[in-house]
């Protein structure tokens, strides 16, 4: 069983400035896709990156990067240029290739205010 | 194309009702997860169904909860006799084929409170 560990239950950051979200797992797969999701206030799950094991380099999606140290199984979010917007809970998550049984496998949550 | 559709989003249920959860998949897939969000955690695995199959139930409680996935409409997760500590947010995700590295779509959860 895979398990996915977000050490940081909260954080706060001005807005503009940098902050990593950090996360952990644990699993004895070596295929497999890691997640961030964004989870605001509407509760709508939000797909922020994502990130195939296999691909050693980094995924980026806009202000959003990850680093990703396979060897080291941590998986953390970088948000550049923080905005009020991106105040929610962002979730980590891990899913066996080939996906199917046991779909994904979620840490606890980080919940991440941008102050003004 | 409408996103994954929950309905309803909020559902009250006294002690000992059924509720019932139904998940419309986004068009064109055929692929369906079911997970429990309990307070101030993170989303637990419930249930993978393809049309008309369940693939994989090991999340589930094994009393009380069921889910399907018909040929036609949409999923259903039910829970019998429901108890307070069935009281959650339940989401349904939908992907075009097993969501190994594709995206699953979420839909906006469905709030149960058990009274």
């Known amino acids: 069983a895979q398990t996915v560990t977000q050490s940081q239950p909260e954080m706060s950051v001005q807005e503009a400035e940098t902050v990593t979200l950090s996360c952990t797992y644990d699993?004895?797969?070596?295929?497999?896709?890691l997640f961030w999701y964004k989870q605001p206030p509407s509760r709508q799950m939000i797909l922020v990156i994502r990130?195939?094991?296999?691909?050693?380099q980094n995924a980026t999606e806009n202000r959003f990067s990850v680093n990703f140290q396979k060897a080291a199984k941590s998986f953390s979010l970088k948000i550049s240029d923080s905005q009020l917007g991106d105040t929610a809970m962002y979730f980590c998550a891990f899913m066996k290739q080939g996906g199917g049984a046991d779909g994904l496998t979620f840490g606890k949550g980080t919940h991440l205010i941008i102050q003004p | 194309n409408a996103g994954v559709m929950q309905n309803p989003r909020h559902l009250v249920r006294r002690r000992g009702q059924e509720a019932r959860l139904r998940c419309s998949p986004m068009k064109g897939h055929s692929h369906v997860y079911w997970y429990r969000q309990l307070p101030e955690e993170g989303l637990k695995f419930m249930v993978y169904l393809q049309k008309e199959n369940i693939i994989d139930e090991s999340g589930m409680p094994k009393e009380r909860f069921s889910a399907e996935f018909p040929k036609e409409g949409p999923s259903i997760l039910r829970i019998q006799q429901v108890v307070r500590g069935d009281s959650a947010a339940y989401f349904c995700?939908?992907?075009?084929?097993?969501?190994?590295?594709?995206?699953?779509?979420f839909g906006q959860g469905t709030r149960l409170t058990v009274v």
């Open positions: 699993t004895s797969e070596n295929n497999y896709y």
């Open positions: 990130q195939e094991a296999y691909k050693q």
């Open positions: 995700a939908s992907s075009p084929m097993p969501s190994g590295g594709t995206e699953a779509f």
